[in-house]
């Protein structure tokens, strides 16, 4: 049969590329970066659910080297290179990693440039799941550091730990603080269901808000977790009780754009009815348009602040990668926290004027100390190398131009991993833990 | 097995096994299958045309569906008429489609493998060029004014998106309409003689090539009119490319290669099985309804190799 002969065609292809590779990194395998020459990699997922937020990801990594460390745009693309940074005279070289959500893949393409490109300091991956095997990773690569871009698991820095893993940006669990605070005491309500996709990072982010929903008299009266990569999540709105409140939409990317037209297409009030995940509050949604107004969700970035500190971080950011529309870059965590991850970066290798002798650990002790003004508030990291951040409750307002665009509602300093105490190594969350 | 599943969904739907009565539900999650049968119809019957005459496994079909849908965005986005700008669009991609027909695959007439190559290729730089071109975030296409809201059934207060029944009344329409055109036109009939015999038909004087452009044409059409359908239903975003190809290729093969019916009782299968066991599995086991689908294609092929209404 035509389609089994060009299966068989691929498997001897794939098996030839697999040897390869090996050979290729084997080869490379002993080789040594030059003394002066620092390799960055950044990676993060260009296709997949979560295609969206490459653009978003490389833009805001590139803006820190762009403003802190001297660098030149080549091109005001996702992927265009940033030429000529140094930090203490030491010329900075960056390669990109792509990934496509999947842990395996994430893996794969943190082994190839660590192994094979040799990079030193790698920033990434985005998502939850890549970023517990990217965690894992490295502890079987102690002489080299990972700053975490995005990737929200709890677990990551809870129970994996590695000592040359940190996470400026805090987990899923924290961009949910202040949320379950705000649906029981200003929206007064009392029965939510959550809806997600079926992975790490939503569980986590269920379990931020759960843990101050819960305690404050709240009930979950269903948890609908859809596997990543369903196409049409009509059935999942389907399956939303009618007897609550509202509902916690914890999706990213497409499978938003799917459920919040589902669920205004059949009437339902998105402003009124739903509140939102960290990703789900993303100008990549807006295509859904007007029906999004006066949606509120938790993030850790202040979108749409007036603070000082963040419009001239847009503003700057928007001058080196003019946005279309004007805010779509800005407007995203993914652009913030890839930017704190890499001015984390800078201002590590700075502090040792760019020594990264010793297997690293001067810089990975640069980095434990840190204390980063970034433009989301004063990040500082804990035992575990997780950031206790400053989160947000941020909304969808329409501007005076009849474009969507964000205003942050609500301001919660001093978040940290445990939430005082709530949760511990051994308290992972998953699809019905932490129960309410 | 089906009737085990069929008792199990039905049981579940009405209150036994431990699940609360829901009727409303399993309505609504039954449109929804049946509704994104209608897509997947659409889409695969131009698939299955294109191989059942041809022999030609078009990788690239999820690419045309995907362009087809940007181009219905943009025209839509420019004001114009959702109807026109979706004759528009299939339009486009049929020529599309008879452009890669004549350019890259006839003269690699009856090479399986490296036509299928040829696709991969055509599809992997499409996917490449689109992110460029129409962004890599997800977008959706605005349904025409009366359409876009939901209907009342009156029944359990179901309110159901008016948009998908008439997806799924234009499966049925196209379905229909290629029914009549392979069974009792003239051009149906070189179909369905060179389905049969490609060679005999070409020896009895019929202008084999002219046939094979114009159903690569109406095959790849259907690919962009089920692009801009699907990106009002659901969304368009990069890697639907993929994904519509994938249950494509699960239709047709649970269907049987080149059978129009087989497109139509594959679809149904699929729709229903990938909307109904994301609800109806038990509590915990929900997340294997994407892999029930391969399981369906798996015990399809165990028991008819050449699937539901193929012919050796």
Redesign the interface.
């Known amino acids: 049969m035509t389609l089994l002969g060009t299966r068989r065609g691929w498997g001897r292809w794939t098996v030839a590329l697999g040897l390869a590779l090996m050979v290729a990194a084997c080869g490379n395998s002993t080789a040594t970066t030059s003394n002066s020459t620092i390799k960055l990699g950044i990676m993060t997922t260009c296709g997949g659910p979560f295609a969206a937020f490459e653009q978003e990801s490389f833009s805001g990594a590139k803006y820190a080297l762009i403003q802190q460390a001297g660098g030149k745009a080549q091109g005001t693309g996702p992927q265009n290179g940033v030429t000529g940074a140094s930090v203490s005279g030491h010329p900075i070289e960056i390669s990109f990693g792509c990934t496509d959500a999947s842990p395996d893949k994430a893996r794969a393409e943190a082994r190839r440039l660590v192994q094979n490109v040799g990079v030193d300091i790698l920033l990434g991956p985005l998502s939850g799941d890549e970023g517990i095997a990217i965690a894992n990773y490295a502890k079987q690569q102690p002489n080299k550091t990972f700053v975490n871009g995005t990737s929200g698991a709890q677990q990551t820095t809870l129970s994996v730990k590695a000592p040359n893993f940190f996470r400026f940006g805090g987990d899923g669990a924290q961009w949910m603080a202040g949320l379950g605070t705000y649906a029981s005491q200003t929206l007064h309500w009392k029965n939510v269901a959550i809806l997600g996709e079926d992975y790490s990072y939503p569980w986590t982010q269920a379990a931020g808000f759960i843990g101050e929903f819960c305690p404050a008299g709240g009930k979950i009266s269903k948890r609908i977790w859809i596997p990543l990569g369903t196409t049409d999540w009509a059935s999942a709105v389907a399956q939303l009780p009618s007897n609550i409140d509202g509902f916690l939409l914890l999706t990213g990317g497409t499978d938003t754009v799917a459920v919040e037209k589902e669920y205004a297409t059949r009437g339902g009030n998105l402003a009124t009815h739903m509140l939102g995940g960290s990703s789900v509050m993303d100008p990549t949604s807006f295509t859904v348009g007007k029906a999004l107004t006066g949606l509120a969700g938790g993030s850790p970035v202040p979108l749409g602040s007036t603070d000082s500190a963040w419009t001239s971080y847009v503003s700057g950011l928007e001058g080196v990668y003019p946005a279309d529309p004007k805010g779509s870059l800005a407007g995203s965590l993914f652009t913030g926290l890839y930017y704190d991850g890499m001015s984390a970066i800078i201002r590590g290798l700075k502090q040792v004027n760019g020594d990264l002798s010793g297997n690293q650990s001067k810089f990975q002790q640069a980095l434990s100390g840190l204390t980063l003004s970034s433009p989301n508030g004063e990040l500082k990291l804990d035992a575990n190398r997780n950031a206790i951040i400053t989160n947000y409750i941020v909304q969808i307002v329409t501007q005076s131009d009849g474009s969507l665009g964000f205003k942050t509602i609500k301001t919660v300093p001093g978040v940290d991993q445990t939430f005082h105490g709530f949760f511990g190594p051994t308290s992972a969350p998953s699809r019905d833990s932490p129960s309410c | 097995m089906l009737a085990l599943a069929l008792v199990w969904v039905l049981g579940r739907a009405v209150g036994l096994f431990g699940a609360s009565a829901n009727l409303s539900?399993f309505i609504?999650?039954t449109l929804?299958?049946l509704?994104?049968a209608g897509l997947y119809f659409i889409v695969a019957s131009g698939f299955t045309l294109i191989f059942g005459l041809m022999?030609v496994?078009n990788m690239a079909h999820g690419s045309l569906y995907l362009l087809g849908g940007y181009i219905g965005l943009r025209l839509v986005e420019h004001r114009v008429n959702y109807w026109l700008a979706l004759v528009l669009a299939a339009l486009a991609i049929g020529v599309v489609g008879l452009l890669m027909q004549q350019l890259f695959l006839r003269w690699n007439q009856g090479q399986?493998?490296r036509q299928?190559?040829i696709t991969i290729a055509i599809s992997v730089l499409l996917a490449d060029q689109m992110?460029?071109t129409f962004?890599?975030?997800?977008?959706?296409i605005?349904a025409p004014d009366g359409l876009?809201?939901?209907l009342r059934f009156g029944l359990y207060d179901i309110?159901?998106?008016t948009?998908?029944l008439v997806v799924l009344g234009l499966a049925v329409l196209i379905g229909v309409s290629l029914w009549y055109g392979i069974q009792h036109t003239r051009f149906g009939m070189i179909i369905r003689a060179g389905v049969d015999d490609r060679s005999m038909t070409s020896a009895l004087g019929i202008n084999v090539q002219a046939v094979f452009a114009v159903t690569f044409f109406i095959g790849a059409l259907l690919a962009g009119l089920g692009g801009v359908l699907g990106g009002t239903m659901?969304?368009l975003?990069?890697?639907?490319d993929a994904?519509?190809l994938l249950?494509s290729?699960v239709v047709v093969?649970v269907g049987g290669m080149g059978s129009l019916a087989g497109a139509l009782v594959g679809a149904l299968a699929l729709g229903l099985v990938?909307?109904?066991s994301?609800?109806y599995l038990p509590a915990?086991y929900?997340?294997f309804?994407?892999l029930l689908t391969f399981a369906l294609l798996v015990f399809v092929l165990a028991v008819r190799p050449t699937g539901l209404f193929g012919r050796r």
Do not use: E
């Open positions: 539900l609504v999650v929804n299958g509704t994104l022999r496994v399986d493998l299928a190559l992110i460029p962004g890599a975030a997800a977008v959706a605005k876009s809201g939901a309110r159901y998106p948009f998908r659901i969304a975003a990069p890697g639907q994904s519509f249950s290729l093969i990938a909307q109904l994301g609800v915990g929900t997340n309804s994407i």
